[in-house]
C-alpha cells in the first residue's frame, strides 16, 4: 500500500461516504428513527404527563389494573399508577444507565487495548489473560454480589450510600468494571495495525512520549470500532439492568426503571398479563434497535467491510 | 501433551485462586453478618455472647487473615456448612449441579443443532430473502431479555394454554423422562437467548470458508453442492464456532440462573441467587467457585475438541497459543 494515496483520498471523502454506507442500511435508519422517538417520549415525560393530567408517582388503590382509555392510554399497574407515563420515566433510567455505563465501559476498555496494544510485551500478555479471564466468566453471579454489597461498608457516606439514586450509580458502576472487555479487545486489535504505520513511526522518532503518541495519534484511528462496540454494548447494558433490576438489585422502587417495572409481573401473569408485556416489549424494541444500529455503523464505518 | 495440561490447569488453578479471593472480599462487604442473624433470631444469645461467637469463629479478625484462614481449611479438603441449609455444601451443591448440567447440556445441544443449518442455509444464499429472515430472527434472539422470554413462555404456554407447567421440577424421585415436561420451557428459553448469537458466527464462519480456494476445487472436480458444503465447508467453519461456543459458557451460566429462577428450577444458578440473597455465604462462595470450575471445565474441553477437529492443530501449537 502506498503511504500517500490513501491518507489524503481517505480525510477527504470520509464524511459523505460514510453517509452513504449508513444510508444504504435501512435497518440501521429505522433504528435510529426509532431511538430518537423513545429517547425523544422519554425526555418529554413531565411535559406528557402534564398533558394527559395524570400523576406517576400516585398511588391510586381504587384504581387498579385499570384498561386503557383516554387518561390512561396503558391502563394502570397493581398500585393504580399510569403504566404509560411510568414507562416514559422508566425509560429515561434505563436509556441513561445504558448510555453511561457504556461509556464507561467504553473508557475502561480504550484505556486497556491502547495500553495492551502499544507496549506490546508482558504488559499485553497481562491484559490480555485477564480480559479472556473476566470474559469466561459467570458474570451475572458476581454482578449479583456487586450488586448485593453494603456500600457503607466501602467507607461510602451513609447520606450516599442509602440516597435513593444510590441504585442508580452503583447499578452504572458495576456494569462499567465488567462490561470493558469486547471494546478493550477491539481497540488492542486496531492499535495493533495503527501502531506500524508510519505516522507513528514519525512521531516516535521526533521523542514523543508514549502517552502523547496513544491520545494523538493511535486513538483517532481507533475511533470506528470503540463507536461500533459503545452502540452495541448499549443494548447489552440494557438488557443486564433490565435483569437486575427485575431481580431486584437494580434500580430500587420508586424509581421505575423498565426492569424493575416487571418484578411484580410474574406473579401477576394471571390477572394482569399487560403489565407484563409492555416493559418487556419496550426492552426489546430499544436493544434490538442498538444492535442494527451497531451493525449499519460498523458497515459504514470499516472500509474493509463487504456487504455479504 | 503433558506440558499442555499442566499450563491449563495452572491457568484455572490461577483464576480460581483470583476469584476466590475477589468473592471472598465481595462477600465480607454483604450487609448482614450471620451471627447478627442468629443473635436476632434467639432471644436467649446475649451481644455479650454475639462477640464471643465471633471471636470463636475468627470473625472478629481483619478479612485478609479470614480468607488466609478459609483458604487453608477449604484446601484440606472442608469446605465448610450451608447456614441455611445446616449440611455440608457440596452435599446441597452437587445435586443441584447435576440438574444445571442437564439444562445446559440439553440447551446447548439443542442450539448448536438449529444454530448450524440455519447458519448453513443464511451462508449459501447470502441477501436473499431467507438470509434476511434468519438475520432478523438473530437480531431478535440476541436482543431479547431472556427473563421477559420465560415470562412470555409462561403466560402463552402455561397460562393461556396449561399445555406445560408454569415452573417446578416434578417429583424429585422421577426419572429424567417424567420430569420432561418440566425442562421444555426452561431448555427453550435458554436455547433461543444463545442460539442466536451462534447462527450468526455459523453464517459469517461458512461465508468465510465457502470463499476459500479449496472450495473452488472441489466445485471445479465436480462435486455435488451438499458434498461442497458439508463435506469440505462445514468441517472447516466449526472451528471459529467451537471457540465461540466456549467463549459463551460463563453467559451460558448466567442464562441458567435466570432460566431457573424464572421457572423454579433447582439448579446451581438459582441456589446461588438463592443464598446470596438469603446471607448463606459460605454456599454463595463455594457455588460461585464451583460454577467458575465447571465453566473453566467447558472452555478447555472445546480447546480439546478444537484440536480433534482441526489436524493441522496439535497440541504442541495449542501449547504455544
Redesign the interface.
Known sequence: MSSIAPLTGAAQSEPPLFWLRLRRSRAALVSAVILIIITSLALLAPVIEFLLGVDATRVDLFNQYAAPDSTHWLGTDEAGRDVFVRLLYGGRISLLVGLVAALGAAVIGTTIGLFAGYHGGWLDTVLMRTTD?V????????L???A???LS??GIPEAIANSEMASLYRIVFIIAIVGWTTVARLVRAATLSVRTREFVRAAEAMGASSAKIMLRHILPNVVSPIIVATTLSI?VVI?LE??LS??GLGIQPPIPSW?NM?TN??EL??RA?AL??WP?TV??VT??AF??LG?GLQDALDPRSV?? | MLAFLTRRVLGMTIVLAVMSFVVFMLIGLMPGDPIDIMIASNPELTPADGERLKRLHGLDLPLWERYRNWLGVALSGDLGFSRTYNRPVLDILLPRLGNTVILLGLSSLAAIAIAIPLGVIAATRPQSPVDGAINLFCFAGISVPPFWLALIFILLFAVTLGWLPAGGMGAPDACLFARLEFLVLPVATLTIASLAGYTRFARSAMIEVLRQDYIRTARAKGLGPARTVFGHGLRNAMLPLTTIIALDFGSLFSGALITETMFGYLGMGKLIYDSILGNDFNLALVGLLLATLVVLIGNFLADIAYAVLDPRISFRALEAA
Not at chain 1, 470474559?135 to 458476581?142: E, G, K, S, V
Open positions: 479471564g470474559i469466561a466468566l459467570p458474570l451475572l453471579p458476581l449479583i454480589v456487586l448485593a454489597i453494603d461498608k466501602l443494548g438488557l433490565s435483569v427485575f431481580l426492569g416487571l409481573a410474574q401473569a394471571t398479563p407484563a408485556i418487556g426492552i426489546f436493544v434490538m444492535n442494527f451493525d456487504r455479504r
